[in-house]
């Protein structure tokens, strides 16, 4: 049985232009495969761990194997849970806005959660980083309200689809596809645009 994972970065709910074009992938995802448990994580709705002293400590002490004090303990072990479940899933779909030309600052506090030696990754001297998430596939909905492509850089740069591509390869899911939607809300065409993103969504839910 196939379980995908809907996670979503976005917070502004039914108003969500990345959320909507989820939801078109998801209504053919579900007609294409009727078994297949999906979930959806909210991360604006989550507690995730705090990543802070404590963590960052417990993390450093896993590593080189140096006991965790009880409070390190419990911080490593909440990280350890956010992992396990993220990682429960062999599909992913997520919902990634553009802010400030990045990730909305709650994707990154989760990425820096999950992504941990020995369970992400792995490295070497040698090598250097090898993904351990291989034989997984995602889905990325990247939308923008002002910067597009071949824009000059006074209406912004993509840097979030950038960062979010490359910490996928890093991860190890190299299956990736893109649903893109960049509104530019001067464009009179951008009605246009996103009935073409909706089609390319749903296109895309029912063959992946």
């Known amino acids: 049985m196939t379980r995908l994972l809907h996670v979503s970065a976005s917070p502004r709910g039914e108003q969500s232009e990345s959320i909507a074009l989820a939801g078109s992938f998801l209504s053919t995802y579900r ?15 989550t507690d995730l761990p705090d990543m802070g002293p404590a963590a960052a400590q417990a993390k450093m002490n896993a590593l080189t194997g140096t006991p965790l004090t009880d409070a390190q303990n419990t911080s ?7 992992f ?22 709650v994707l990154k506090h989760f990425i820096d959660v999950i992504s941990q030696n020995g369970l992400l990754f792995a490295i070497d001297q040698q090598t ?4 351990l998430l291989a034989g997984k596939k995602a889905a ?8 597009h492509p071949g824009s000059p850089d006074e209406f912004g740069v993509d840097f979030h689809a950038m960062y979010f591509d490359y910490w996928l390869r890093f991860a190890g899911i190299t299956d990736v596809a893109r649903i893109t939607f960049h509104a530019n ?21 029912k063959g992946f």
Not at 77 to 82: A, G, H, I, P, S
């Open 76 to 82: 490593w072990n909440r990280v350890l849970d956010t």
């Open 185 to 205: 809300m001067f464009d009179d065409n951008a009605g246009a645009f996103r009935e073409q993103s909706h089609r390319a969504a749903a296109i895309l839910g």
């Open 31 to 45: 007609e294409a495969h009727p078994d297949a448990v999906i979930d959806e994580w909210n991360l604006w709705e």
């Open 140 to 147: 990325v909905v990247y939308t923008a309200a002002v910067y």
């Open 128 to 131: 250097g980083y090898r993904g």
């Open 84 to 105: 396990r479940r993220f990682d429960s899933y062999e599909h992913y779909l997520f919902s990634v806005p553009m802010w400030n030309h990045g990730l909305p600052y």
